[in-house]
C-alpha cells in the first residue's frame, strides 16, 4: 500500500504570511483561503482551546429543581432554565 499522501500541484500565496505554496494536500476549491502548512499549524493550536465563557447565576433547574450557579450563556429569564443533566435528556429525547 502506498503510503505517501497524493498532493497536488498549485501555484499560490498563503492568505496569512504571502509564503508561496507549490503543492497542496488537497485540491483548491478556489473559493476559501489557503495557508501554508505553518500557517494551517498554527491556526489549529490557536483554535484547539477554546475557552467557553461561563456566567455565575443563582437559579433552580425548572426540571429538577437542582441549584445552578453557572450558565455558559446569561439568562434572559423570559424561558426556562435547565440544569446540564436536564438540558441533555431534553437535547436528546427532542
Ligand atoms: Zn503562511
Ligand atoms: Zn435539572
Known sequence: MD????????????????K????????????RPVFCSDCLRAKRQTR???ERRMYDVDLNCAECGK????LPFQPTGDRPIYCMDCNRARRGDA
Open 67 to 70: 441549584h445552578i450557579t453557572q
Open 48 to 50: 484547539a482551546p477554546r
Open 20 to 31: 508561496h505554496i507549490s503543492q497542496l494536500p488537497f485540491q483548491p476549491s478556489g473559493d
Open 3 to 18: 503510503s505517501d499522501k497524493q498532493m497536488y500541484d498549485v501555484d499560490l500565496d498563503c492568505a496569512e504570511c504571502g
